[in-house]
């Protein structure tokens, strides 16, 4: 494919996703530029030779409806785009249908799409330590048969549903406990902006997506989901996402 550069739109909240994005990018051989979703006023422009990859994690079976909106700032004129979603070994359900109509309907001809699987950012022992080499390989093998790819090739097919399976909003969220020192690491770095700088424990839980950034990013470990909710979740994972699951592409 004739492509100059290619913009690689990520929101990860806790790293998996991005690992993706990088190792795809790795395979691509030409100039990336990144935009990162997360942030609330990223910015990219795009030329008329460059395309675009949406690497976005599945939350539900969906993709986080902020990491979309935010990526409509990205408007298309006809270029060449690929959806990407990245799960943690559960299954992906419409994730990848919803990225690739959204990329579609921000005027992006979407040319190929993939699912890759990373540690569940709730649960770290289900696909602990993926991508791993193996994943990495793959992903750089989908890069080079998307360059490898026609100008004019058709838009690509994708399953899932529509409608797409229903957002229900989460009971529980992550509280932070009295080992906090209220150094704000959290509150700079919720992409929701949920968490006050100065007062923690005062979480906005109606913007709260749980997308574990700052359970992750705590030097203190004080910020974790329930221990309840974390069981039954936990429990949930160890019946429905065991084994080792493979990367899916659509070329
Ligand atoms: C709120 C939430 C919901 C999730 N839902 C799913 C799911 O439906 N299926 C699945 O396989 N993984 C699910 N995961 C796991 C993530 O898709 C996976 O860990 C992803 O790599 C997280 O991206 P990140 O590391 O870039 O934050 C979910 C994670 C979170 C935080």
């Not at 675009?52 to 993709?63: I, T």
């Not at 932070?176 to 902006?193: D, F, H, I, L, S």
């Amino acid at each position: 494919m004739n492509i100059e550069k290619w913009i690689i739109a990520h929101f990860s909240p806790t790293g998996g996703t991005k690992k993706i994005a990088d190792a795809i990018a790795a395979g691509f051989h030409i100039p990336v530029a990144e935009l990162d979703l997360t942030e609330a006023d990223s910015a990219i422009s795009l030329g008329k030779n460059d395309a675009l990859m949406a690497v976005l994690p599945v939350y539900a079976g969906r993709v986080p409806q902020v990491s979309l909106e935010r990526l409509a700032a990205l408007k298309g004129n006809g270029q060449k785009a690929v959806a990407v979603v990245v799960y943690g070994n559960r299954e992906y359900e419409d994730a990848l249908l919803e990225t690739r109509d959204a990329l579609e309907a921000n005027g992006f001809r979407v040319v190929a799409a993939a699912a890759f699987i990373a540690e569940h950012s709730i649960v770290r022992s289900i696909a602990a330590g993926r991508p791993d080499p193996e994943d990495e390989a793959l992903c750089r093998q989908f890069a080079a048969e998307v360059m490898a790819k026609s100008d004019y090739a058709p838009p690509v097919q994708v399953p899932g549903n529509i409608p797409y399976k229903e957002l229900k909003p989460a009971v529980f969220h992550p509280a932070a406990n009295e080992n906090c020192v209220k150094c704000g690491t959290c509150a700079r770095q919720c992409p929701m902006g949920t968490i006050p700088l100065d007062a923690p424990s005062l979480t906005n839980n109606d913007l709260c997506i749980n997308c574990m950034r700052c359970v992750q990013v705590c030097p203190v470990s004080s910020r974790a989901l329930p221990d309840a909710f974390l069981n039954v979740v936990t429990q949930m994972l160890n019946e429905n996402a065991a084994g080792y699951k493979n990367p899916t592409v659509f070329l």
